[in-house]
């Protein structure tokens, strides 16, 4: 068991990728601190890892709120004493309805003539309540518990920090131009707490993963689905299982020379 007898702090575990990563830290022997906005959805995650005979603990809160995540992390200390890992995952992925239209035409458009003078309508229609709340949730929720598991990992002199980005860091989405700016940032501030804290023992680390079969693809249509495939060289969608192997890598004494690095299970998608 390649997690044993450590201490991990998974956010957005509810669901999707958060909660295929805790169930592959579980298996491993590592005691869970398990985050989602919704109560039910973390506890329900939570007593699937205690039924594996490993400790865990639901941890509701937004990340966002920064109050929020000082009082989660108190509990979760309350409840292990310890914390050797934490993964920031929690996000959100949210475009309108038009947005999805456009999308689409432009998309249809592109393949039948090889150009399109549409624009997708993004930016020039998004409210500043959708760009702050997708920032918040993906890079100030980043930050934030981040700040508060440094104070911890500092003063031991141990510990990897995960932060999950996204392919889009590096390619941008159409018609996401919030979550590509939040995922871009993770990137950035990976790299630069990389830096500033690797002489405390703490190795800070990201994943981008290409698209993804979870709960933020669910609204995406039939046949951009069989777009985004075409556009990747493995022919398929990565599996939830296929990043949590990547975070269990980052997390254990495996990836110990990894500092600062940006892996990206993406099947070909960006090279």
């Known amino acids: 068991m390649r997690l044993k007898g450590r201490v991990a702090l998974i956010t957005g575990a509810g669901s999707g990728l958060g909660r295929e990563i805790a169930l592959t ?14 109560p039910e959805a973390a506890e329900a995650v939570a007593a699937e890892i205690r039924a594996l005979g490993t400790g865990a603990s639901a941890l509701p809160c937004d990340v966002a709120d920064s ?14 004493r310890a914390l050797d890992i934490l993964v920031n995952n929690a996000g959100i992925a949210r475009m309108e309805a038009h947005v999805k239209r456009n999308c689409e035409a432009m998309v249809r458009e592109v393949i039948s003539t090889g150009r399109t003078s549409r624009s997708a ?69 990976t790299k630069s707490v990389a830096r500033e804290v690797i002489g405390c023992g703490i190795r800070v680390n990201a994943i981008a993963p290409g698209y993804i079969e979870s709960p933020l693809l669910e609204e995406t249509t039939g046949f951009v689905r069989l ?21 269990l890598f980052l997390a254990s004494d495996d990836s110990s020379f990894f500092v600062g690095q940006v892996l990206a299970p993406n099947g070909g998608l960006y090279m």
């Open 67 to 80: 109050g929020s995540v000082r009082e989660m992390v108190a509990r979760h200390m309350d409840e292990f």
């Open 25 to 38: 830290f579980a298996r491993e022997g590592c005691a869970l601190g398990v985050n989602d906005i919704l």
């Open 121 to 189: 309508e993004a930016t020039r229609t998004m409210t500043d309540e959708h760009w702050r709340r997708t920032l918040a949730v993906h890079l100030d929720g980043t930050f934030h518990c981040t700040r508060e598991a440094l104070k911890i990992m500092e003063g031991r002199g141990r510990g990897s920090i995960i932060n999950v980005a996204s392919v889009a860091s590096f390619t941008g989405i159409l018609g996401a131009p919030d979550y590509s700016a939040a995922k871009a940032g993770i990137v950035g501030f």
């Open 227 to 247: 777009m985004i495939v075409a556009q990747t060289p493995a022919g398929r969608l990565g599996t939830p299982a296929e990043v949590a192997a990547t975070a």
